[in-house]
Each structure stands twice: as structure tokens, then as C-alpha cells.
């Protein structure tokens, strides 16, 4: 049994003054004979804002003309907990987990009208729920070792623009972001060299 906390305060000062308390508690159990482990997590996190963004005609030319404005940006706070277990079996390793964020002050960005000048900009809520499967084998010939890996991951986000590029609307429905990677299978390996070198490669 293993067991981990910790916490991390964070003081932010810029346009929008940010304290933030970030606790954090884990715990990984082994279960004799079988040697299955289990995890689990628990914390928080917070991320601070850009400082610096466009300014001046930039600002008026592309984004006042139609009718946007750029408020100042707040930090996102992250809520995340997680839960997995790895299965070993004659040196191959199954691996699955699940989690699930919920954030405040997503960070994002967008564009103005057709152009690909991107701003940056914070969502309201946003809930980034996945989950992964992972097979690693045992180690070929004490040097190389393969993986594949699979994962579904849905990031959604509502409610208004709370800081940087906005039209000033709301959304009362989840939508998704474009952080949605739905899913993805990722295959690759790695193998160890002479003089403490290595080589690896991924496919997804």
C-alpha cells in the first residue's frame, strides 16, 4: 500500500489578482499472489493565465469591428480524479484507467471571422472525461518492448466566455471542444542501445 498527498498554493498577480490551493491525494494498493494494482486519484490544479495578448489596431481592426471585445483572462481550476489497475500476466502488462476533469476557466481559443489569427479565451465549464487501455509486452531479448495503447477521450464546454475573445453569448448546452479526441489507438515500442542510448517510435 502506497500513499501520497500533497499541495501547492499558487499567487498570480496581473490584471485579475489569483490565490489558488491546490491539494492533492493518491493511493496505489497491491494485491498479494496475483500482484494486481490498483490506483487512485484525487486533486486539484490551477493554471495561470497568458499575461500579454494583442493590443491596439490589431485588436480594433479585426475583433471591435465585429462585435467582439477581449476581457481579461482569469486562471482555470482543474478538479481531476482517476482510477486504474495493471494486470500482469507472463511478463505482459494490462493496463486500464478512467478519468474525468472538471474545469472552470477552460482555456481555449478561437478566431475572428475567417482569418487564422487565434486569440486566447476561457470557457465558463468545461468536463473532460476518458478512458485508456494499454497492453505492454515483456522485454524482447533484454532490449526492445512494444505497446499498444487505445483511448476515448470526450472534452465538452458550456456557459459564457468568462475572459479574452468574446461575443458576449451564452450556451446552456455542452458542446464539444475542439480538445475532443474521441478515439485513438496508438501502437509503438522502444529499444534500448549502446552507450546508454535508446531509440522509440509511435504510431497513432
Not at 475567417?114 to 509486452?137: Q, Y
Not at 458542446?175 to 552507450?195: F, K, V
Request: hydrophobic share 40%.
Amino acid at each position: 500500500l502506497t500513499l501520497i498527498a500533497g499541495m501547492r498554493p499558487t499567487r498570480v498577480p496581473g490584471d485579475v489578482e489569483e490565490i489558488a490551493i491546490s491539494p492533492r491525494f493518491g493511493a496505489t494498493v497491491t494485491v498479494p499472489r496475483i500482484h494486481w494494482t490498483f490506483r487512485a486519484f484525487y486533486g486539484h490544479y490551477y493554471q495561470a493565465p497568458p499575461l500579454l495578448t494583442v493590443s491596439g489596431p490589431a485588436l480594433i481592426n479585426f475583433a471591435q469591428d465585429q462585435g467582439l471585445d477581449f476581457i481579461p483572462l482569469h486562471g482555470e481550476f482543474d478538479e481531476e480524479h482517476q482510477f486504474g489497475v495493471s494486470i500482469p500476466f507472463r511478463g505482459w502488462v494490462l493496463d486500464a484507467d478512467t478519468f474525468r476533469t472538471n474545469a472552470t476557466n477552460f482555456f481555449d481559443h478561437n478566431n475572428i471571422g475567417a482569418s487564422n489569427i487565434f486569440f486566447p479565451l476561457s470557457i465558463d465549464r468545461a468536463v473532460i472525461r476518458g478512458w485508456e487501455l494499454t497492453l505492454r509486452s515483456p522485454r524482447i531479448a533484454n532490449r526492445a518492448q512494444l505497446h499498444l495503447t487505445y483511448s476515448n477521450q470526450i472534452a465538452e464546454g458550456n456557459g459564457t466566455i468568462t475572459g479574452g475573445l468574446t461575443d458576449f453569448t451564452l450556451d446552456s448546452e455542452f458542446e464539444p471542444l475542439d480538445h475532443d479526441q474521441r478515439n485513438t489507438l496508438n501502437i509503438g515500442g522502444d529499444l534500448s542501445l549502446p552507450w546508454r542510448s535508446y531509440a522509440s517510435t509511435n504510431v497513432y
